[in-house]
């Protein structure tokens, strides 16, 4: 891999110990000699990379925290090469964690967690394929805080079917009551590949979901979490560096199975494939972006943010102007009141949010 002093690099961890019924990421069940077989391999392409610093490193999955302790010490003590990281981040699930991974973790200078939660009702974590209870997250983050990382986030999911406003209401209270810094939520997507998918299920309905969507932006931001992402939620000065590099549209490297990456002009995509995976064959695509993909990928990703598009910066980015480029597209939703232009940012409004998805339409027209 060139180097190109990149800010931020994405590692996949695809085990689990259980694979959730709504899950389709690149992912396996957790076995201890193929986890460290991919381990070396996963050093090995994480050798390409030259340079030796990165403002942020995310370990995602997959279910990170499911290794063993000394396969974590192994990728650990490999990553801590890289130095000056601000924000360091690995993605647990509470069943699989414990005070030596905490121990671990807090050793190796990892300084952010985000935990799998997705909802606090126990009798819904187990009709959705979820191994955990309510109770084992407040240990986690309790053991989490004791150990000295607080800078602590969580992933919700909202949608499941027949789940009501008032439980979902439950979750949100629940939430913001626990010392959280960062609070995903996510609508619940059915992939066909997925247990739901495969099954048939029925999410709640598009109105219904709706109405919980307006629901959890007027709650959390009343309640300290200020929305700043389509999904995300932070307290004052706890926004996730590393996804804002996705947003911003900034390069990144991702390694390991089925991880992508970012660089200049063009995209890449890891294979998913382990056996080509383990004989070192990493790269499943890799794609030249042209300058029209360019701009518009960055107007999608950046639209997703609340702040949405610094224009001055953009236009000097891309060498054009925004306003002249999609002007249809902008002055059609400035008339539906979707979006607006303010303070030299042109983003979404509070109803634009909701339609997103259909405001891009007019921009790739």
């Not at 996963?42 to 942020?56: A, H, M, P, V, W």
Request: hydrophobic share 35%; charged share 25%; aromatic share 14%.
């Amino acid at each position: 891999m060139e180097n190109s002093n990149i800010e931020s690099l994405y590692v996949h961890i695809p085990f689990c110990n259980s694979i959730c019924y709504y899950c389709d990421f690149s992912r396996c069940l957790y076995q201890y000699s193929l986890a460290e077989r991919y381990l070396d391999h996963l050093i090995k392409e994480l050798d390409l990379i030259k340079q030796n610093t990165f403002k942020t490193i995310y370990i995602g999955g997959g279910t990170p925290s499911c290794l063993k302790e000394e396969q974590l010490e192994k990728l650990l003590s490999y990553l801590s090469r890289f130095k000056d990281v601000s924000e360091y981040t690995i993605e647990v699930n509470c069943e699989s964690f414990s005070v030596e991974k905490a121990k671990i973790f807090k050793k190796y200078g990892i300084n952010r967690v985000s935990i799998g939660v997705q909802s606090f009702n126990d009798i819904l974590l187990n009709k959705i394929g979820r191994k955990h209870t309510s109770q084992q997250v407040y240990q986690t983050i309790d053991l989490l805080r004791e150990i000295g990382i607080d800078n602590i986030s969580i992933d919700l999911i909202f949608g499941f079917h027949n789940q009501s406003l008032s439980e979902l209401l439950k979750d949100l209270q629940t939430a913001v009551s626990l010392p959280v810094k960062h609070i995903s939520i996510y609508d619940l997507e059915i992939y066909p590949s997925s247990k739901f998918g495969l099954e048939n299920y029925q999410k709640v309905d598009m109105q219904t979901s709706f109405i919980m969507y307006q629901t959890i932006i007027d709650f959390l931001n009343s309640h300290g979490f200020t929305q700043y992402e389509i999904s995300n939620f932070a307290i004052e000065n706890y926004q996730s560096i590393h996804n804002k590099t996705y947003w911003y549209y900034d390069n990144y490297y991702g390694a390991g199975l089925s991880a992508s990456g970012k660089i200049g002009k063009y995209r890449y995509q890891n294979t998913s494939n382990f056996v080509e995976y383990l004989n070192d064959h990493y790269l499943q695509e890799k794609t030249i972006l042209h300058d029209n993909d360019l701009i518009f990928e960055a107007l999608m990703m950046n639209l997703r943010l609340n702040e949405g598009i610094d224009i001055n910066k953009f236009d000097k980015r891309f060498n054009c102007s925004i306003l002249e480029k999609y002007s249809n597209a902008i002055e059609k939703n400035l008339k539906k009141g979707l979006i607006e232009i303010k303070e030299n940012h042109l983003k979404t409004t509070y109803q634009g949010i909701f339609v997103l998805n259909d405001i891009l339409i007019d921009f790739c027209d």
